[in-house]
């Protein structure tokens, strides 16, 4: 069997796509996603010019070697551009050989370990009471783990919390560059504090909650953060500080019991090596789609699992139901899955261009048994919506210093 073309397909059904079709001699293709918010052309132009040529005429079989021809035989090691690129031909090639076996590709993997995938849910809001009633609405559908987010009084807007904004796109106007955002530890603090307060007392003890800092904090205000947070018993804190020094989690670690979670803007073990082998956090976040596809998703979470570390993988809306589902597959076989991060089937638009029947049930993810990763993309439906620029937005001080993502 040999690699005949590999089509670059972007799409933007509210938000921007880049699905990679790596077809066949026999007729089998396989899908891949290499979504990179923000950044998406550069991927796509990577896959065109530089990674799709390489790759005709080869046997699509040889997963591993093409994994390692791509990573070992560039110069470029690692990188968002270069990783993305590689997981989206990793995971068509996944997909390849599940169509040939027959088989789903969790049973490629080693089968499964449970019956399903335990997600968590967002709850966003204005206010606390909005974001306790979203999350009350979320419990009442059966989710058992929810994210709580909650706009920042005194701050004009808050990451995430859109207001009556639809998504960036209408942030962004007719001008699509990043929007700036003020950000404030201190107005932060007294907000989350009181959020997680009102939410034990509104929520009750059984329901799992989770936060997410979006890595605005400096190693010592992450630390403090995971002890004030204590009482509320979070099943994870999320990016609290950003690890480029991987030794500042052994500061926050060593300060806190609130479980740590990061990674998802990982493109390699090499990002989080540190961090999983002294067991500075609980939770890694890596993405197949950002982090080498499930070849190197897989790596890092057997890593990962021989030091106590679980699965909890991004499941942002940036990332396509192709990557959801590659994750789908590898939580049920990973011996030490977490959590998978949830937001929901897409609009219709995406609903009609990526299909596939991972059922959504009582807070968990079912996986497909079709050969593969069971998701089919309809090339039609995705040219209907061409590529729009867009980005996310930038972080600010109210002096107006530029701050972490
Ligand atoms: C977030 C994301 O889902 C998450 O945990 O951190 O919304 C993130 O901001 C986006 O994926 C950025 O592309
Ligand atoms: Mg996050």
């Given at each position: 069997m040999k690699i005949k073309d590999i089509k670059i397909l972007v799409t933007c059904p509210g938000r921007n796509f880049v699905t990679v079709k790596v077809v066949t001699d026999e007729g089998i293709y396989g899908l891949g996603d290499a979504t990179l918010n923000g950044r998406e052309m550069a991927v796509a132009t990577c896959l065109e010019e530089h990674v799709a040529p390489c790759l005709i005429?080869?046997?699509?079989?040889n997963i591993e070697d093409i994994w390692q021809y791509l990573y070992k035989g560039?110069?470029?090691?690692?990188g968002p551009i270069g990783m993305a690129a590689i997981a989206a031909i990793d995971m068509a090639l996944w997909d390849i050989k599940g169509k040939i076996a027959g088989l789903p590709v969790y049973q490629l993997l080693g089968?499964?370990?449970?019956?399903a995938a335990t997600l968590y849910a967002h709850a966003n809001g204005e206010s606390i009471d909005e974001t306790l009633d979203n999350a009350a609405a979320l419990m009442e559908d059966g989710f058992k783990a929810i994210r709580l987010q909650s706009a920042i009084p005194g701050l004009p807007v808050t990451y995430g919390v859109l207001g009556d904004k639809k998504d960036y796109f209408e942030l962004q106007g007719n001008r699509p560059l990043p929007p700036e955002e003020e950000w404030s530890t201190k107005k932060y603090f007294n907000l989350v504090i009181e959020l997680f307060e009102r939410a034990r007392e509104r929520l009750g003890d059984d329901i799992h909650l989770l936060h997410d800092v979006?890595?605005?904090?400096t190693p010592i205000e992450a630390a403090r953060l995971g002890k004030l947070l204590e009482?509320?018993?979070?099943m994870f804190l999320e990016d609290?500080?950003?690890?480029?020094?991987?030794?500042?989690y052994k500061l926050v670690r060593n300060h806190t019991t609130t479980p740590l979670a990061i990674g998802?803007?990982?493109?390699?073990i090499w990002d989080c090596k540190e961090l999983i082998e002294n067991q500075w956090i609980d939770y890694i976040r890596t993405a197949a789609t950002h982090a080498g596809g499930i070849t190197g998703l897989r790596r890092i979470i057997d890593f990962a699992g021989i030091h106590d570390v679980k699965s909890a993988p991004h499941g942002a809306p940036d990332l396509s139901p192709i990557c959801f589902a590659a994750h789908i597959h590898l939580n049920i076989w990973a011996p030490n899955f977490g959590i998978q991060e949830y937001v929901g089937p897409g609009n219709e638009e995406m609903q009609r261009i990526f299909k596939h029947n991972i059922k959504v049930e009582d807070g968990m993810a079912f996986v497909s048994d079709?050969?593969?990763?069971?998701v089919e993309f309809d090339e039609e439906a995705a040219a209907e919506f061409p590529y729009k620029r867009s980005y996310l937005p930038v972080s600010r001080l109210e002096d107006g210093t530029m701050w972490h993502w």
């Open positions: 005429g080869r046997d699509p079989q560039v110069y470029w090691r690692r089968g499964r370990s449970r019956k979006h890595s605005r904090l009482p509320y018993d979070l609290a500080c950003i690890a480029e020094n991987q030794e500042s998802e803007t990982y493109n390699s079709a050969p593969g990763l069971g």
